[in-house]
């Protein structure tokens, strides 16, 4: 069978700063002391204007995330076409109802070190929402206008030897640009980078490994340098910061470098170890050091093979994988190291393998942990292209900018091992058109040029439409956003040999949340604005897990799935989009707050193999405040259990229901959930015992009736943190009864407070309804539960929080910060 082979090669996490003082290049990361105001002020570019009323702030920020809430800030209109919608409807809470809309400007004193002549200085913005415009000492710079992308500039000639510098950036968001919470402000880090005139060209390295076996692999550098009569050393060294081998080269090629260097006995990137190595070059000019860079990398080869799909270090890889959203709940957009290691670390314990940037470019901090942590990653770069999908979205600057944005991502992160795949676009509507056939190949052949050794994808909604007119043959790999009737036709037509679930689900679900008569529904809405846990509602164009499922494990030609999404994101409250106050989305396997839903565990009992999963819902309390469960007793009231065995009976107070056992024989639901659909509600206990192959039971797992709210139960993510300023710990809070039974449907107004070497950040309890905002220290829990977080200071010590509510003890945790 013929293969379509991309042999992919080693990534690079970022270029690591080096500041000592025998090293020619100096990293300055302007984090603190930033002055900034939520309105446009003329000659805010001028160093002489009085900033004394501005706030000051530090990067990454988000200007909007402390709100309020506010349906007319983001009220739109529209007919949204990738809902199936016919006519244009007002929607409110698209884009998460906060104050995003408008101009923001921001102020930043800086020097530079050992600047002189001689000297290359660059400013780099890791993102910055949105149409960013930059002046250095009231000079312009330049501007960059999308707000996800990576962007420099080249300010040598604006700086003032041996004096204090101002750096200006004005933002603005336009109405109508987004279809969901975009965020606000400079989101991402800020660097400046300090060298010799002679130096690598800024992402101008890129390390691949196109040989690889188990006594040797072959590292491929090939490196852009701005001088000339230049000699490159390179030391390739181990995670231990072992040398492993070296090579020395002075034969240019224009402006190019190559190095071929062998590692004996190579420890490979994968899943399961996820080991790296760095790249220590040095750039000398005689016996003169001008210039020094590390980049770290990873030794591991990526095929696509027809029928097979990925096939990592040549091993078949379904992705089982999720979509992800920029937004880190509460925080906003604001890049947080620690929440994005956090999300990482969930969805690992569910079996995820793979991330899906949706719809937009990735942080180099989720890049560089999905290093780390063994996950792939599909980065993805657009949602518009030249046809609109909202007013002043990315169409406005799609023909000058797009070959700029596409070159920035591949060359920021291409030598990143986690990266696999790139990503054209999401579901743009020049699916449809001749032009749009032609820009798909034109885009496509720009990633090629910059990385040749990785596929190229997009997420296709009209599959119909491009069956037909070649769009969705000319990429590398044919992406599908849901439409599972058409994968078999899909799979015929399309020339590749396979097809991606690019984005597959869209269930609705709320956490804790169950609702009746229990049945499968599409765009099924109620009184409350919430969803139910049953796992059984998505949305017009969608489907429930199971369905994708089938897919999956029946034909190798599917190659793996994109969840959407792996967490709620802030804005499309689909059901509820016309509905106030719903302000976030539904469709996450985990809520906001970070806490999983029941669809979690389902997920988990097929993707996570390793350990086991046993779960049962819905909770088993009387009497409820949800709607319909004040007079349940006696009432029908389905039981499932999600879990990796295939058999177990369940138990109401000692009364067996019967066994249930995994077939193929019923609904698809049948395949991969245990449903007991006629249990009648009577207070007391759940029981279910789990059987494996041979009948024997294995394992066990109860749910009770809970009393009243007694006390809170506070567990943390992590007892201990970095006392760096920006790490961070996140405490669930539950409220419990006597017995340490969760309430769960609790929502007491709980209030916190946090003393000594930490603070209070934000509080989030996942209810996509809620007005309550996250940076006030008091919430009202929802389904028994929220989460706070801790931030540390710049000093080591202990943290302490308090959580109160009425009725309720008081509980105390501590929480270690510690240098590092």
């Not at 076996?213 to 390739?236: C, F, H, P, R």
């Not at 591949?410 to 990503?423: D, F, K, L």
Request: one cysteine or more; glycine letters at 8%.
């Amino acid at each position: 069978m013929k293969k379509i082979i991309l042999t992919i090669l080693s990534l690079l996490i970022a270029t690591i700063s080096f500041s000592q003082n025998n090293t020619p290049r100096t990293i300055l990361s302007l984090e603190d002391n930033w002055k900034f105001i939520n309105r446009d002020v003329e000659g805010a570019e001028n160093p002489e204007l009085t900033t004394a009323n501005w706030e000051i702030v530090s990067v990454p920020h988000d200007w909007a995330i402390k709100g309020p809430f506010d349906k007319t800030i983001d009220a739109q209109k529209v007919r949204v076409e990738q809902d199936l919608e016919e006519e244009a409807r007002l929607r409110t809470g698209r884009t998460g109802a906060l104050p995003h809309i408008g101009v923001g400007w921001y102020r930043k004193i800086f020097e530079v070190p050992e600047f002189e002549k001689g000297k290359k200085v660059l400013l780099t913005f890791d993102g910055a929402m949105s149409d960013a415009h930059v002046w250095i000492n009231g000079e312009k710079v330049g501007n960059h206008p999308y707000g996800y992308a990576y962007f420099y500039f080249d300010i040598t000639d604006y700086l003032k030897e041996d004096e204090e510098n101002l750096l200006a950036v004005r933002l603005e968001n336009l109405p109508f640009s987004s279809r969901w919470y975009p965020g606000a402000g400079i989101y991402r880090k800020v660097q400046v980078i300090v060298k010799d005139e002679v130096n690598f060209k800024h992402w101008g390295t890129f390390i691949t490994t196109p040989f690889v076996s188990e006594e040797m692999a072959q590292v491929n550098i090939k490196t852009e340098v701005n001088g000339e009569n230049v000699k490159l050393v390179t030391e390739i060294k181990d995670a231990d910061g072992n040398i492993v081998a070296t090579c020395s080269s002075e034969k240019m090629f224009g402006n190019k470098i190559e190095q071929n260097i062998g590692v004996p006995n190579p420890k490979i990137w994968s899943l399961e170890e996820p080991n790296l190595y760095f790249a220590t070059m040095k750039l000398y000019q005689g016996n003169e050091l001008k210039d020094e860079q590390t980049i770290r990398f990873g030794i591991r080869t990526v095929e696509y093979e027809r029928g097979k799909g990925l096939v990592l270090n040549g091993k078949v890889t379904k992705f089982k994988g999720v979509c992800l959203h920029h937004d880190l709940g509460p925080l906003g957009a604001a890049v947080n190291r620690a929440a994005l290691k956090r999300q990482l670390t969930i969805l690992k314990d569910m079996g995820c393998n793979a991330i899906r940037s949706a719809h937009n470019m990735p942080s180099i901090e989720q890049v560089e942990l999905c290093d780390e942590m063994g996950i792939l990653m599909l980065a993805e770069s657009f949602d518009e292209w030249a046809k609109p999908k909202v007013k002043n979205g990315y169409n406005r600057w799609f023909d000058e900018w797009a070959e700029k944005d596409v070159m920035n991502l591949v060359r920021a992160t291409r030598n990143h091992p986690s990266i696999v795949m790139w990503s054209a676009g999401n579901e743009v509507p020049d699916q449809w058109g001749n032009e749009g056939v032609k820009r798909a190949k034109w885009l496509q052949d720009i990633f090629h040029r910059e990385d040749h050794t990785r596929p190229v994808t997009v997420g296709m909604d009209q599959v119909a439409n491009t069956m037909k007119n070649g769009f969705g043959a000319i990429f590398d790999i044919p992406g599908l956003n849901y439409r599972l009737h058409l994968y078999d036709e899909a799979y015929d037509v399309f020339p590749q040999g396979f097809i991606l679930g690019s984005e597959t689900a869209s269930t609705v679900s709320s956490r804790g949340i169950y609702k009746f008569p229990v049945e499968k529904y599409k765009h099924k809405t109620y009184d409350d604005f919430q969803s139910s846990s049953y796992d059984l509602e998505a949305c017009r164009w969608s489907n429930v897990p199971d369905e994708d499922f089938v897919w999956q494990d029946d034909y190798d030609w599917v190659i793996g799935e994109f969840v959407w999404t792996g967490f709620d994101y802030l804005g499309e409250p689909t059901p509820y989009n016309e509905a106030w106050p719903a302000r976030s989305s539904y469709f996450g396997i985990c809520d906001l707050a970070g806490l999983p839903k029941d669809r979690f565990y389902l997920y988990r009992s097929r993707w996570n193999t390793d350990d086991e999963t046993l779960h049962i819902l819905p909770h088993w309390n009387l009497p409820d405040r949800q709607a319909g469960w004040e007079n349940r007793k006696g009432e029908i009231t389905p039981v499932f259990v999600y879990t990796n065995y295939n058999s177990a009976e369940l138990f109401v107070n000692g009364k067996s229901q019967g066994i249930q056992t995994k077939t193929k024989e019923k609904t698809k639901q049948h395949r991969y959930r245990l449903m007991w659909i006629d249990v009648k509600y009577e207070p007391g206990t759940l029981k279910v015992v789990a059987f494996d192959d041979d009948g024997n039971p294995v394992a066990e797992k109860e749910v009770h009736t809970a009393g009243k709210p007694h006390h809170l139960k506070l567990e943390a993510d992590r007892s201990e943190i970095e006392a760096d300023g920006k790490d961070l710990s996140y405490i669930t809070v539950s409220v419990v009864d006597k017995d340490g039974n969760l309430c769960p449907t609790a929502d007491n107004q709980l209030n916190f407070d946090v003393s000594g070497a930490g603070k209070f950040k934000v509080v989030c309890n996942g209810d996509a309804t809620s007005l309550e905002m996250f940076h006030k220290p008091t919430m009202k829990a929802f389904s028994g539960k929220l989460v706070v977080t801790v931030q540390s200071l710049e000093e080591a010590g202990e943290i302490e929080l308090k959580v109160n509510g009425k009725g309720l003890k008081t509980e105390t945790i501590k929480i270690q910060a510690t240098k590092m």
